[in-house]
């Protein structure tokens, strides 16, 4: 069975303000009684409580009403600036996304595929050598808002202040988090546990809190695994397209051929396969038609049975086939891309022509 948490496991040995913070693990059967405890929340004396079958823990001297989202919230505010002045480092850690270091030259940019989410580290106290913030403060003013903890260099009083929000009870509020400065709120705490784990770990986006108006500095990247489309032409006249969806080729080959017999290979930009046959009811073109057109006017010249004028769509076979093909061979209704090689009846079809996309270009990028 999962132990309860105990509730009180820290106090102060001083109920006026200020004492020293006291962990029940520092506390003995024979120092227990060396000197007072009192509770961080409602300031009533406290007893250790060492043995037993509980957890070690403190519990109040007398009954009293105490509230443990205020023991929680100062708690925080002690353990979170104890460890900032006695440490060296105070760590934090940002979550970002970074974009691709080629978003500017690549043609095919995407910023909802060309990036990855990398944590960066960094740290509140040092950096480089540098001490960034050495001052830890508690609800002390500043820019019209009292933060729970204002963390400032004293060797360069004019450096952004860091606010650091205890996410007690409610979130901070709007104006706070618009004011352009740089703020740090941590989880909603709801146990001694979580507070600790910000003390052993730092500061994790994402994990342990949230940061606003904070610019960390991002690391390069370049995606090389990026699925692509890929259109090749061969000396036959037949083209082969792989498609993104189905992860064959990636972006680390955007400059480079795939195929060593291939005569031309193209790069097709937002370009799908349409597997339900909307581009017969819309009369829009096909990838496979998309890219022979693209190569006819282009120049390029070549016969290939997608983009004659006797291939049409059989909704029967839900296919195309060629309509004229009781003339050239019955047993073949359904002839692949070189037929059109040695078909005598071979005509370019100049509906798709007329139909391609006046920005056809945009579509592909040539290697």
Same mark, same amino acid.
């Given at each position: ?73 100062i708690?925080?505010k ?7 002045? /006695?440490?060296?480092?105070?760590? *934090?850690?940002?979550?970002r996304?970074?974009?691709?270091? $080629?978003? !500017? %030259? +690549? ?81 909603? /705490?709801?146990?001694?546990?979580? *507070? ?8 994790? $986006?994402? !994990? %342990? +809190? ?7 500095q991002?690391?390069?990247i ?13 000396k036959?006249?037949?083209?082969k ?5 189905d ?51 282009r ?34 209704r ?34």
């Amino acid at each position: 069975m999962k132990t309860k948490e105990v509730k009180y496991r820290y106090c102060k040995d001083k109920n006026d303000g200020g004492g020293e913070l006291v962990c029940i693990n520092d506390v003995t059967v024979e120092n227990r009684y060396y000197r007072k405890y009192y509770c961080l929340s409602c300031g009533k004396e406290m007893m250790a409580y060492l043995r037993g079958k509980k957890e070690r823990h403190f519990h109040h001297k007398a009954d009293c009403e105490c509230n443990s989202e205020t023991y929680l919230h100062i708690l925080a505010k002690c353990l979170i600036k104890n460890k900032f002045m /006695i440490s060296d480092t105070f760590p *934090i850690v940002f979550k970002r996304v970074v974009q691709c270091s $080629e978003r !500017d %030259n +690549c043609p095919f940019y995407n910023e909802e595929e060309c990036y990855e989410e990398r944590e960066v580290k960094s740290d509140l106290k040092t950096w480089n050598g540098k001490i960034i913030y050495d001052v830890c403060d508690v609800e002390e003013p500043y820019g019209g808002f009292k933060p729970d903890l204002l963390l400032s260099c004293s060797s360069k009083p004019n450096r952004d202040r860091v606010f650091i929000e205890i996410f007690k009870s409610h979130a901070s509020e709007t104006n706070k988090l618009s004011s352009g400065y740089k703020i740090i709120e941590t989880v909603q /705490i709801k146990s001694e546990t979580e *507070i600790e784990d910000i003390i052993k770990r730092g500061f994790v $986006e994402g !994990d %342990n +809190c949230k940061t606003v108006g904070f610019k960390p500095q991002l690391p390069t990247i370049r995606k090389e695994d990026v699925p692509i489309n890929r259109l090749a032409l061969f000396k036959n006249g037949a083209i082969k397209i792989n498609r993104a969806i189905d992860y064959e080729i990636y972006c680390d080959h955007l400059r480079h051929k795939v195929y060593p017999d291939s005569v031309l290979e193209l790069n097709m930009k937002d370009v799908g396969i349409d597997i339900w046959g909307d581009h017969v009811l819309n009369k829009t073109l096909d990838a496979y038609q998309l890219g022979l057109v693209y190569l006819v006017k282009r120049g390029i010249s070549l016969r290939n049975c997608i983009i004659c004028k006797y291939r049409k769509y059989n909704n029967a076979y839900d296919i195309y086939m060629c309509i004229r093909y009781k003339e050239l061979n019955p047993s073949n209704r359904f002839p692949i891309q070189t037929c059109a090689n040695k078909c005598p009846l071979y005509e370019l079809n100049s509906e798709l022509i007329n139909r391609a996309p006046k920005d056809i270009d945009q579509f592909f990028h040539e290697i």
